[in-house]
C-alpha cells in the first residue's frame, strides 16, 4: 500500500535529516516505527503526509509511493484525498472550537458534503466519551483531545492513519485506552496503521512489523515479536538485556559498541 524508497529529507536546504530511507506498509497492517528522540520518525510521517513543507522541509531524493502512485511531492489535500491522514504529535485540536466543529475540520476535503452529519454521528458512536461532552475542545482531557484526533482523522475517510505519538502526555490507564481504540480502528474498521511511538513496548505488541531509526536511517526491521526478544532492542529501547551487564560503566560502554551502527 504505501512504499518509501531510499528518499532524503532536507530543511532549509543545508541540515539533512533522514538518509536513504525506506519501508514498506501493507495494507490491513500495524506498522511501527520506532526510535529515539530526534532520530527522524516524525519528519518521516511528514514527508509521506505532505507537511514538509510548512517546515521548511524537502524531500529531496527517492520517492514515496501510494497505492502505485507518486505522492513524493503532492499537496498535503491532495495526498488526504487519496486516503492518508496523519494524527499530529500533541493531537492540535482547535481549542476554541467545538468537538463537532473539530470534527468538520477533518471532512474539508470530501464533496459528499450530504452525509457528513451521518459520519459525526458514527464517530460519536465510536467515541461515546465526546457525545457527552459539551462546549468547546479546549477543556477536554488529554485522553478526550487523543480520541477527538483520531475521530477528526475518520472523518477524512482515510485507508491509512499515521500516528504520531498518540501516548504522549497520557496517563497509564488512558495510554491502554487509545491504544485499545487504535487496535479496533484497525480490526473493525480494517485501516492501516503506521505508528510512531515513544513506547516501545506497547508499539512492538500492538503491530505486527516495526522498524528502528537512528540518525535518519533504518537500523533494523523485522516482525514485532522478534524484535522484542532481540538483546539489542531489549537494551536500548525496552530497558532490559543480558541480566549480566550490570554497572553503569559497562552499559554505556556496550552503548559505544551497537552492533548496527
Known sequence: MLKIKNIEVVYNEVVLVIKGLSLEVNEGEIVSLLGANGAGKSTTLKSISGLLKTEDGETTKGSILFESYDITRANPSEIVKKGIFQVMEGRRCIADMTIEENLRLG??????????????EEVMNFFPR???????????????????????????????????????????????????????????????????????????????????????????????EDLLENEDVKEFYLGGGNDNRKSFKDLKSYKRRKRWL
Do not use: C, W
Not at 458534503?113 to 459520519?119: A, G, P, Q, T, V
Open 107 to 120: 471532512a474539508h476535503t470530501r464533496t459528499d458534503r450530504k452525509i457528513i452529519k451521518n459520519d459525526i
Open 130 to 224: 465526546l457525545r457527552e461532552r459539551k462546549g468547546l475542545s479546549g477543556y477536554l482531557s488529554g485522553g478526550e483531545q487523543q480520541m477527538l484526533a483520531i475521530g477528526r482523522a475518520l472523518m477524512a475517510k482515510p485507508k491509512i492513519i499515521l500516528m504520531d505519538e498518540p501516548s504522549m502526555g497520557l496517563s497509564p490507564m488512558l495510554v491502554k485506552e487509545v491504544f485499545d481504540i487504535i487496535r479496533k480502528l484497525n480490526k473493525e474498521l480494517g485501516i492501516t496503521i503506521l505508528l510512531v511511538e515513544q513506547n516501545a513496548k506497547l508499539a512492538l505488541n500492538l503491530s505486527s512489523r516495526s522498524y528502528i531509526m537512528e540518525n535518519g536511517k533504518i537500523v533494523m526491521e523485522g516482525k514485532s
